[in-house]
T-cell receptor, first 114, second 110 residues
């Protein structure tokens, strides 16, 4: 079965620590995305990647970093520079960047800073 | 600045009746619109879409209407079923990016 796997489902982090969220897809999709969801807000784009070894900042990239060394994998690192990291993070992929069929989403990672 | 807005955070509907979920947008350059459905602890899944050159698209119980002059999108579910209870997001595309609304939580009461 093809899909996107995000891990872990729940993550707790101490203030000042970096943490990496995993996202793996076996759909052979070229494009991958990271979104953040906060209560009362829509999904906001953090980073996206059109192809391997290429990625672009979204609307709220500050305090985050990504890598795209393999087509299947697009990990997101939440750095200590991110002022308010507690949120629900969603990874998504699509066949291409302009795929009209929209995205396939993972089930999300809820990050809590303690 | 929220370019796509869903002004109703929640909606309750009796089973068998029509559910109408609304979405307003500000950018007239959006060229494609989608609705996603999200169950708790799962990622959103694609439900139905519409191009900006159309005003209606139907798929079974789900119909999406687009009013470009009013910059308004709506999703109709007829008849509503308890399994439709979920959060519904609208999304609009401009260039390489989709912009998402805040979601409306639909509860269908048996």
């Amino acid at each position: 079965d093809g899909g996107i796997t995000q891990s872990p489902k729940y993550l707790f982090r101490k203030e000042g620590q970096n943490v990496t969220l995993s996202c793996e897809q076996n759909l052979n999709h070229d494009a991958m995305y990271w979104y953040r969801q906060d209560p009362g807000q829509g999904l906001r784009l953090i980073y996206y990647s059109q192809i391997v070894n290429d990625f672009q900042k979204g609307d709220i990239a500050e305090g985050y970093s990504v890598s795209r060394e393999k087509k299947e994998s697009f990990p997101l690192t939440v750095t200590s520079a991110q002022k308010n990291p507690t949120a629900f993070y969603l990874c998504a992929s699509s066949i291409t960047l302009t795929d009209r069929d929209g995205y396939t989403f993972g089930s999300g990672t809820r990050l809590t800073v303690v | 600045d929220q370019q796509v807005k869903q002004n109703s955070p929640s909606l309750s509907v009796q089973e068998g009746r029509i559910s109408i979920l609304n979405c307003d947008y500000t950018n007239s350059m959006f060229d494609y619109f989608l609705w996603y459905k999200k169950y708790p602890a799962e990622g959103p899944t694609f439900l139905i879409s519409i191009s900006s050159i159309k005003d209606k698209n139907e798929d079974g119980r789900f119909t999406v209407f687009l009013n470009k002059s009013a910059k308004h999108l709506s999703l109709h579910i007829v008849p509503s079923q308890p399994g439709d209870s979920a959060v519904y997001f609208c999304a609009a595309r401009f260039g390489n990016q989709f912009y998402f609304g805040t979601g409306t939580s639909l509860t269908v009461i048996p």
